[in-house]
């Protein structure tokens, strides 16, 4: 998933520093660009490692938002002696060794034996300085202001990452003749922004990638452990396919140290979708992610000359698949041929005012969220296609006055927003989308936020969807929302109804299950009220199904009104016209956790999300076949 950059401006924006920067991420090529104004680092191998300095607070952060700051104590104290004030550093932490070569493996002993002292950590970008937001400022910029405030470093654990002199292919032997792993190249006008991209590109000296362990054969002769690892690689649809073996670059410590890991995960079948066909193995859970270097993979996927580098306690083994190499970026020209200007249209729609600013204390603009919605189309589109919409408008941003809107007044294109009417109703025709370039002119015409109704075009008296909202009281601590939506789950597992689950974006979660589209909404939602008053009768000390404000403390309310006709909820990947740019994000039930998911999912954050998973957490919502049978209705007490 690449993303497209928001517009580059040339003065950088006073902002309240955020608690979390997902990083750029760089695009594998085959070769070096030919054109365009690029700057090249070393790529160093080790962790990707963001720093957050707030005053005399630092914390320390791995690229998929882990807080290691407890892991690196003297890297964090030395970050603290720069004297820095809200900001967020960008970086690669590594061990270094000859020749600006750095070990990754030193890197995994140091933190094994809880030694950070030699962690050195080579910041490339700063996202923020000083309290202002650069991210849409040009690199080079970026990086002058870094130098200016590193000038006076005497951390000798903290380094700036020098850009390197000379053509690039040249720079790419030279670093490949010293034992490098390769370069990263940057455009220097370019961007920051959250996500893969192919302003960033990575041209690596040798194959080298990460893979998932599935299991391992037993060790030969007079080794100990194990003989080697079996491999995986995770493809779109979450299965893990078998992508060979490893059997070299163990020292002994690690073979006894990874061995003990390995025992601890044990299980009885394979992880794999096409295991091997090989006698002996002991399959794991698929849980430890190894970074492999290699010559080559056969035309099946399997790797040859495999090279064990070490393991990856950064990345998250669900997010591991194939990294294929693509072609090098060219220059972007505009119809004069003079070059990349930038481009006013997504998908065919001209976006007015690009530059107009929708979140204020985040600086993202109109432009910003059309972006937004074009790249997570693919993902977003199913959840609105051919529903009645209710939009929430925005014209002058979240700040300004914002209004709802069901009916066509906004001068959308013809073709783009469709309309539909209800039999024997006086009300007007209703709005709903069946293309991305629909909800791109919503947005052009200032819609922020889209709720969907539990029914689709053109069976719209016929809801295919339940939508109970919980929706928690004030100050109610999130440990109490959690036990709520489990016990909600519980309640329709043992219905026998398979359910989905997504934030809103606001401080409520959403449990929705599919339905076919054979009742009306006054029999759907006399059911959906059933499982609330269910809940309220099991636990009247945590649920409440009356929506009385005055009698909510401490309790949820669960919302089954989503589930009449005409009444909507907001549509997953839908932003929020409320501070923080939040979007409502559909969650797997494994992901619901101790840790309060809510405020994690912004504009910013979920394209980077999506860029890393390999499994749809909602992917059988579109095979479930399901409807309400008379066994349900007498489980809830309705004829």
Known sequence: S?????????????????????????????????????????????????????????????????????????????????????????GEIVVPGEHGRSDFQALQNAFEGGNDRRVAYYVFDAPFLDGKDLRTLPLKERKKRLAASLSKNKASQVRISEHLQGNA??????????GLEGLIGKQADGVYFSGRSKSWIKLKCRARQDFVIAGYTPPGGSRQ????????????????????????GFGDELLRSLSRRLAGIKRDDSPLADPPREKGVQWVRPVLVAEIAYAERTKDGILRQ??????????????????????????KRDK????????????????????????????ITKMDYARYCDEVG??????????????????????????????????????????????????GAYIYASTMQAVISAVQNGAIEFHTWGATVPRIHNPDRVTIDLDPGPDLPWKKLLEATRLTK???????????????????????????????????????HRIALTLTQARPDLFLAVMAKERRGGKVFVDYLRNSETASAVAA??????PGAMVSTPLSWDELDAKDPRQRFTIKTVPTRLARLRVDPWKDYGETRQGITAKMRRALGLS
């Open 573 to 578: 990947f839908s932003a929020r016209a409320r």
């Open 306 to 331: 495999a090279s064990f580098m070490g393991l990856r306690a950064d990345i998250d083994a669900k997010s591991v698949g194939e990294e294929k190499p693509q072609p090098p970026p060219a220059a």
């Open 2 to 90: 690449v993303k497209k950059p928001p517009k580059r401006t040339k003065r950088a924006s006073r902002a309240q520093l955020p608690q979390f920067v997902a990083p750029q991420l760089a695009t594998l090529v085959t070769e070096p660009p030919r054109s365009g104004s690029w700057v090249y680092e070393i790529k160093y191998d080790g962790y990707r490692m963001l720093a957050r300095i707030d005053g005399g607070h630092v914390q320390l952060f791995t690229r998929s938002g882990k807080d290691w700051t407890a892991k690196l104590p003297h890297l964090a104290d030395q970050l603290k002696s720069l004297g820095l004030d809200a900001a967020w550093l960008d």
């Open 490 to 528: 519980t309640l329709l597992d043992g219905l026998g109804l398979a359910s989905f689950l997504k934030t809103t974006g606001g401080k409520g979660l959403h449990v929705v299950f599919p339905l076919v589209p054979e009742l009306g909404w006054d029999e759907v939602k006399e059911f959906a």
């Open 378 to 427: 693919d993902w977003l589109l199913p959840h609105v296609k051919d529903r009645p919409l209710t939009l929430v408008r925005c014209p002058d941003g979240v700040g300004g006055q914002c209004f709802y809107q069901r009916h066509l007044l906004m001068g959308a294109s013809p073709g783009d927003l469709k309309t539909v009417k209800r039999e024997r109703s006086s009300k």
């Open 169 to 178: 292919q040249e720079v790419l032997d030279q670093a490949c003749k010293l």
């Open 225 to 248: 452990g194990f003989g080697a690892l079996l491999l995986g690689l995770y493809d779109r649809a979450g299965r893990l396919h078998f992508a060979g073996k490893v059997g070299t």
């Open 336 to 363: 004069a041929g003079k070059g990349d200007k930038g481009n006013d249209a997504v998908r065919g729609v001209r976006i007015s005012h690009p530059g107009r600013v929708l979140w204020a204390e985040l600086g």
